[in-house]
T-cell receptor, first 113, second 112 residues
Framework: GENVEQHPSTLSVQEGDSAVIKCTYS??????FPWYKQELGKGPQLIID?????GEKKDQRIAVTLNKTAKHFSLHITETQPEDSAVYFC????????????FGQGTTLQVKP | DVKVTQSSRYLVKRTGEKVFLECVQD?????MFWYRQDPGLGLRLIYF???????EKGDIPEGYSVSREKKERFSLILESASTNQTSMYLC???????????FGDGTRLSIL
């Protein structure tokens, strides 16, 4: 079935360093890849998304890259700050065209001051 | 901004009770979703709805049902609550497919 694998499950970086989270997906028909940030006690919030006709997208300190051939996509956070500490989820849409998203297992990012 | 409101942040119920979790969105979105979130397992889809009175099973529908009588409201029902349904429940809405899903802040449900 459709699957999204996310790595690493935990990531600890020093403030100011970069953080990279990687995901792979199984359904070659997937076209939409959002990333969510979940802070403690809150629901996931969309931070950036990318579609299959684009290889890279950037929004200030965050960027996402997509390699459709390899079925990989990654989140890059530069100049990390303590407020970036949260759980991050990647997701991919399925081929059923129902709006369903398949989520990765999540990455807990800790940014040490 | 899209607002998805879940009726309770915390809920404690007893085994065997019928439990209702309510979710309301204010943006006239077509699609709505119920997930449960457990440590190490990410978000797992329970049920979703793409229109009023329409519903489809997700990956883990056993022990749950849903109701969507009005476009803005999507209810999750635990017919007879069991301890293994203790979890964080998240509701999301989406204007249409291939668009972002917008989440509520979740209901932490404990079944004793």
């Amino acid at each position: 079935g459709e699957n999204v694998e996310q790595h690493p499950s935990t990531l600890s970086v020093q403030e100011g360093d970069s953080a990279v989270i990687k995901c792979t997906y199984s359904d070659s028909a997937s076209n939409y890849f959002p990333w969510y940030k979940q802070e403690l006690g809150k629901g996931p919030q969309l931070i950036i998304d990318i579609r299959s006709n684009v290889g890279e997208k950037k929004d200030q300190r965050i960027a996402v890259t997509l390699n459709k051939t390899a079925k990989h996509f990654s989140l890059h956070i530069t100049e990390t700050q303590p407020e970036d500490s949260a759980v991050y989820f990647c997701a991919a849409d399925g081929s059923s065209n129902t709006g369903k998203l398949i989520f990765g297992q999540g990455t807990t990012l800790q940014v040490k001051p | 901004d899209v607002k998805v409101t879940q009726s309770s942040r915390y809920l404690v119920k007893r085994t065997g009770e019928k439990v209702f979790l309510e979710c309301v969105q204010d943006m006239d979105h077509e699609n709505m979703f119920w997930y449960r979130q457990d440590p190490g397992l990410g978000l797992r889809l329970i049920y979703f709805s793409y229109d009023v009175k329409m519903k489809e099973k997700g990956d883990i529908p056993e022990g749950y049902s849903v109701s969507r009588e009005k476009k803005e409201r999507f209810s999750l029902i635990l017919e007879s609550a069991s301890t293994n349904q203790t979890s964080m429940y998240l509701c999301a809405s989406q204007i249409r497919e291939n668009q972002p899903q917008h989440f509520g802040d979740g209901t932490r449900l404990s079944i004793l």
